[in-house]
């Protein structure tokens, strides 16, 4: 099987809102049972730390962020249509090869 | 304007000249304003510049949100009006904040609010201490999200949420068909909404700017014609309305006593306007340079504008006959400016008289010829602008003067401009050219002389090396 690259996450939320939750329990789901362990998620709370919004162009909550593998794509939303979640993210389900562009 | 109309909230300035005359005190303080208008009709500079007087003449720091411009690009745009962006953002006392959608990389899946966004406003307000905002435009979230009917309700909630904040903000909004905006953001902001406008009329374009609503305060209804120039917006309120200005009683001399003599009083009122009609080839420049050169002997500053000789012309000209108009012009004491009537439209040439008159602070306004100005409007503009001109010189008690070239000799009341001016006028004196045994008589009569009795017969004269001489038989 091809080694695939690691998969960077950011999720930037605003406090433990039920969307920010909900959003999290998503994404952490999907990426368990799509991409094995080869992925990071880091969760940014705005409230702590608003500085960080202008830098990835956040404007709504929650954003997710791929920082890795490029290009950059963001799916804003509580992440509950998981397949909407997988082709943003160009996640294959697991069994297939990652897809390319 | 209404100035002792009890102030019924708070206002704060707008930045813009001439605007918070019109808002009897500006716009409402802690609170947002729709600045709605289409494509190119000024709103980003509008609002940046609410933003830098705001610094510069109140110390109120200022956040721009941009949907559309980098600030990179926003810097550039308003160096040209003066404005040094890079300098206020050193300062921390301006902070410019691009907020870029890019649909192609944005996926939509399940609930969100514009939270972020708030967080980011707030952390942009409160890390220089903003008490100005504006957001341009906002609408733009529209064409970058899917959701509009959970946008809009988010929209509501930023501009409560701006107010709560306690800043006064500018929205600026695209205009859409029938309606204010494209997303009728109208509905929310109810406060204080402004129109911008862009119109081209007889190939010379004129903005306009119209407040549409104001709550809690008596504002102009008009709409008002605004220019963008190298010192940014500023709009010209159409009239003061009010004749309630002084009225002097002292007299002043043409400087020439065959001319005073006709008058009652042997010159005319202090601050009056006088009016100069004749055909073309009638002395009126040389009587209008009498008139200059009087005031300049009273060391009272003249503002001379010549819009068919340029001031050598003008200075060569007038020396043939012995009036020295150079010397003048040396000591500081008249101002020649010169310029083609079709240059810039009506309210251009209205402004460039505010602008020289703040400058020049003169006593004495001479328009030669104020026909000229005919050629760049039509005649219910021209008449407005008139008015306005003549307001302006009368509040502040200046001697004006206007030449008018009339075309028809046997009826000149059938001329526009001496039909809008003639009324408005104090004095009107007329200048003919009458042929007489094969020889050009010159004539002239005084029409008019508000407050004073003057001579009713018509004078000869001519023009000799030595000036104005009278004919007397």
């Keep these: 099987m091809v080694k695939t690259e690691k998969f960077e996450l950011r999720l930037y939320i605003a406090g433990q809102t039920p969307k920010s939750v909900t959003a999290l329990q998503n994404i952490t789901k999907y990426c368990k049972e799509h991409l094995n362990d080869n992925y990071t998620i880091e969760v940014i709370d705005l409230l702590k730390q ?32 998981e397949e909407r979640v997988l082709v943003g993210l160009n996640i294959r389900p697991l069994g297939n090869k990652k897809g390319v562009y | ?31 947002p304003v729709l600045i709605c208008g289409s494509a190119g009709c000024g709103k980003t500079l509008f609002a940046m510049q609410f933003l830098v007087k705001g610094i510069l003449e109140e110390n109120e720091p200022g956040v721009f949100m941009s949907f559309e411009e980098t600030s990179a690009d926003l810097s550039q745009n308003v160096r040209s009006l003066g404005f040094d962006l890079e300098e206020l953002k050193k300062q921390k006392k301006l902070k410019v904040d691009h907020v870029r959608i890019e649909r192609s990389e944005i996926e939509e899946t399940g609930e969100y609010d514009l939270e972020a966004l708030f967080i980011r406003l707030n952390y942009a307000i409160d ?42 903000a500018i929205i600026t909004g695209e205009r859409g068909e029938g309606s204010l905006t494209r997303h009728g953001l109208e509905e929310y902001v109810s406060d204080c909404v402004i129109l911008l406008d862009f119109r081209i009329i007889d190939q010379i374009a004129t903005r306009r700017l119209r407040i549409v609503k104001y709550r809690g305060s008596t504002h102009g209804t008009n709409e008002y014609p605004f220019l963008i120039d190298e010192d940014g917006i500023s709009v010209l309120p159409v009239t003061s309305l009010k004749l309630d200005y002084k009225s002097p009683s002292e007299l002043i ?13 042997r010159g005319i009122y202090k601050g009056s306007s006088t ?18 050169l009087a005031s300049c002997h009273r060391k009272e500053p003249v503002l001379y504008f010549s819009f068919e000789e340029s001031p050598e012309q003008l200075i060569r000209n007038l020396l043939t006959i012995g009036l020295d108009l150079r010397s003048q012009v040396n000591d500081n004491l008249l101002h020649i400016h010169s310029s083609r009537p079709s240059l810039q439209g009506l309210e251009m040439h209205l402004l460039t008289l505010h602008k020289l008159m703040a400058e020049f602070k003169p006593k004495t306004v001479i328009i030669d010829p104020i026909s000229s100005l005919i050629t760049v409007g039509n005649s219910s503009e021209v008449r407005a602008m008139l008015v306005r001109l003549m307001d302006m010189l009368k509040v502040n008690e200046v001697n004006a003067l206007f030449t008018s070239l009339t075309q028809n000799k046997e009826n000149f009341y059938s001329d526009t401009t001496v039909e809008a001016v003639s009324s408005l006028a104090d004095n009107w004196i007329d200048l003919s050219n009458v042929n007489e045994q094969n020889k050009w008589q010159r004539n002239i ?6 407050g004073m009795g003057h001579f009713n017969g018509q004078k000869k004269f001519l023009i000799a090396d030595s000036g104005f001489q009278l004919v007397e038989k």
């Design chain 2, 275 to 292: 009016l100069i009609t004749g055909t073309a080839g009638t002395a009126k420049t040389i009587l209008a340079s009498y008139f200059a």
């Design chain 1, 50 to 81: 608003p500085q960080l919004a202008e830098g990835d162009q956040i404007f709504a909550i929650p954003t997710l962020v791929r920082k890795f593998p490029e290009p950059l794509r963001k799916i804003i939303g509580d992440l509950s249509n």
């Design chain 2, 253 to 265: 001399s043409f400087n020439l006593p065959a001319i005073d003599n006709l008058f009652a009083k």
């Design chain 2, 1 to 31: 304007m209404i100035h002792d109309q009890i102030k019924v909230f708070p206002k704060t300035s707008t930045g813009i000249s001439g605007l918070d005359e019109i808002t009897n005190g500006g716009f409402p303080k802690n609170r």
């Design chain 2, 445 to 450: 009569l005084i029409i008019k002389a508000r």
């Design chain 2, 127 to 168: 890390s220089i201490g903003a008490k100005r905002v504006v957001l341009d435009t906002v609408e733009s979230l529209f064409t970058g999200m899917e959701n509009s009917v959970w946008l809009r309700s988010e929209i509501r909630r930023l501009f409560q949420w701006l107010k709560d904040k306690g800043v006064t």
